[in-house]
């Protein structure tokens, strides 16, 4: 009963959120030019990428460590692990923040990026960034502890839904705004979804930090979160280098449509992440327990389960994906049917692995999975740069699907070999 609740929550919160960030982009297609939507689809991309430096692999470190902590049933390891949490990400994230303000940040956006909007609102982009940071620790440690609606709604779901409301009132009150005054809303409701889990982290779980345990807990989280962080850069690298390649080869309108066809072929990979939020802390329980008959079975019925709805879901966005284009973004954006096609068909097969990622990272694999996921970078990048130049956005979406797909493909073998587990679908798990 207790997963079922768990990925119920995880399925309507993600929902919520998934479709709400499409609709955000939904809606400032029509409030911003083709250029300022590529730029801010640019920044959007940078802010995720930023977040990953400032909490430097505390996302997925905290649920683990504390469902670890919780299943131990000492309350003073669990108080001082939370708080040793946040100690870690809110000195890193500033950290980030002073070299992005002393520069770093106009010389990514002019240098790369031609972009003097973004270099001139680089204060509230760097804002943005840490509060993004700081609600990924507040967020998976309360998913850790079983409060899996909050996990995910700190994961940009509620954000979004929030920026949502905002962006729909300023199209219908006929406002208009520049990609500052978005950047100001996105902090606003960052900063208020975060106070918010904060606080619902503190009702859980009193902030006092021992000294016997919290020394040793903040050596072993910079210990644990360091391959987690190479892994996390690697893995956003393979998702988004080819966005900054086109924006940067072809130009601000090509990284609008390349952009809008990655938020479609978003909603595609909806399933799979909801399987893989609501079944986190279980299967870190069942590694706990080393119950790895059980833990098969769900996995493999879980990835037949993500597999029947990303199919559904491919079939519609293949017959109808150019209309949906156009409905939703205008006219212009239907020239991104094609490579909206690629990533759609190359993610059909990507998801048939399920979700041997989240299994090797709760194993502790997490040095083979950074190995894996860094190669695979440096293959989506080398692609992205030899085939762009020469097939403009279909090389794009060409460079990513074959540089996911070698991943997913190294991860699954991966568990197989060192787990001894199939994560793969099946139509007859036993």
């Known amino acids: 009963m207790q997963l079922i609740t768990s990925l119920a929550w995880s399925t309507a919160f993600r929902l919520v959120g998934v479709g709400s960030a499409f609709l955000v982009n939904v809606v400032l297609a029509r409030l911003l030019s083709p250029d300022s939507l590529g730029q801010y689809l640019i920044g959007f991309s940078l802010v995720m990428f ?47 923040a002073v070299f992005l303000l002393a520069g770093l940040a106009d010389w990514i956006f002019l240098r790369f990026f031609d972009s003097p909007q973004l270099a001139d609102a680089k204060f509230w982009f760097v804002l943005w960034c840490a509060f993004i940071a700081l609600a990924a620790p507040v967020g998976e440690a309360l998913r850790g502890l079983h409060r899996p609606g909050w996990g995910v709604a700190l994961d940009m779901s509620a954000q979004s839904t929030l920026v949502l409301a905002v ?4 199209l219908f009150s006929g406002i208009q705004i520049g990609l500052e005054a978005i950047l100001k809303v996105w902090c606003a409701v960052s900063f208020s979804v975060l106070l918010a889990g904060f606080i619902r982290l503190l009702l859980l779980v009193p902030l006092r930090v021992s000294k016997r345990e919290g020394g040793i807990r903040l050596a072993y989280l910079v210990h644990s979160a360091l391959p987690v962080f190479t892994l996390n850069v690697s893995q956003y690298l393979n998702a988004n280098a080819a966005l900054w390649i086109v924006g940067t080869l072809l130009g601000h309108s090509d990284a609008a449509l390349y952009g809008v066809a990655v938020r479609i072929y978003n909603l595609l990979a909806l399933p ?7 079944l986190g802390p279980h299967i870190a329980d069942y590694l706990h327990r080393r119950d790895f ?14 597999f029947s709805l990303t199919l559904v879901t491919a079939l519609v966005l293949v017959f109808h ?30 998801v048939c692995t399920g979700s041997c990622t989240s299994v090797l990272l709760l194993a502790g694999e997490q040095k083979l999975l950074a190995m894996i996921s860094t190669l695979a970078a440096f293959l989506a990048i080398s692609l992205g740069f030899y085939l762009v130049p020469r097939f403009g956005l279909a090389g794009a979406g060409v460079a990513t699907v074959a540089a996911v797909a070698i991943a997913n493909s190294a991860i699954w073998m991966g568990v197989r070999k060192r787990l001894g587990l199939n994560t793969a679908i099946s139509f007859a798990p036993k």
């Open 50 to 96: 930023v977040a990953i430096f400032m909490r430097f692999g505390v996302k997925q470190t905290a649920m683990k460590l504390a469902a670890e902590a919780r299943n131990s049933g000492d309350e003073d390891l669990l108080n001082s692990t939370v708080f040793s949490l946040l100690i870690y990400a809110l000195t890193a994230t500033l950290t980030v």
């Open 293 to 306: 008959a059980q833990l098969e079975a769900l996995l493999r019925v879980s990835a037949l389960a993500a």
């Open 272 to 278: 799979l992440v909801i399987v893989d939020l609501g």
């Open 321 to 350: 994906g150019e209309w949906l284009l156009e409905i939703a973004f205008g006219s212009f954006y239907s020239d991104a049917y094609s490579v909206l096609l690629i990533l759609v068909l190359g993610n059909v097969v990507n």
């Open 167 to 170: 962006t729909t009132l300023l």
